[in-house]
């Protein structure tokens, strides 16, 4: 639903239900994969990779969420750029964008928006790590 959410303001009508029903339709088949091959792969792996992912893209929300503030001026940069990476990956291309959309990177930073990151994984770790059992399974 993020995504198509995100989507509405770009596309036409059309596009929006043909990514939505094609989404649909692979997460079925996804799905249908999972079930069929359970044995072959694990479920607690499958929950712990999701996990992994929702943590990355929660984060990415959050980088982007805090460079909109910044662009409203209602933060502080702390420091614009922090540094300048965009020999390495540049974020508004392909590979980059995609990078971007679900780590947070960007190649030319404001402080703000990386403390903001740091602050979230400091909290999304420790959160992880007492949900874990004490007992080191898990």
């Known amino acids: 639903?993020?995504?198509?959410?995100?989507?509405?303001?770009?596309?036409?009508?059309?596009?929006l239900l043909a990514g939505g029903t094609l989404g649909f339709l692979l997460a079925l088949a996804?799905?249908?994969?999972?079930?069929?091959?359970?044995?072959?792969?694990?479920?607690?792996?499958?929950?712990?990779l999701t996990e992994v992912m929702l943590l990355l893209?929660?984060?990415?929300?959050?980088?982007?969420?805090?460079?909109?503030?910044?662009?409203l001026?209602?933060?502080?940069?702390l420091a614009d750029p922090l540094w300048d990476a965009?020999?390495?990956?540049?974020?508004?291309?392909?590979?980059?964008?995609?990078?971007?959309?679900f780590t947070g990177w960007r190649n030319m930073p404001t402080?703000?928006?990386?403390?903001a990151l740091a602050a979230?994984?400091?909290?999304a770790l420790v959160w992880v790590l007492r949900a874990r059992p004490a007992g080191g399974k898990g």
Do not use: C, H, Q
């Not at 996804?30 to 712990?48: D, E, T």
């Not at 001026?73 to 940069?77: G, I, M, N, R, S």
């Open 57 to 71: 893209l929660s984060g990415a929300l959050l980088v982007d969420g805090t460079d909109k503030l910044i662009g």
């Open 30 to 48: 996804a799905y249908g994969l999972l079930v069929r091959g359970a044995r072959w792969f694990s479920w607690r792996l499958f929950f712990r």
């Open 111 to 115: 402080g703000m928006s990386y403390l």
């Open 1 to 15: 639903m993020i995504f198509l959410y995100g989507a509405a303001g770009n596309d036409s009508a059309a596009d």
């Open 86 to 101: 965009s020999g390495l990956i540049y974020d508004g291309g392909r590979a980059g964008g995609l990078l971007a959309a």
């Open 73 to 77: 001026e209602a933060l502080p940069t």
């Open 120 to 123: 979230w994984w400091t909290l």
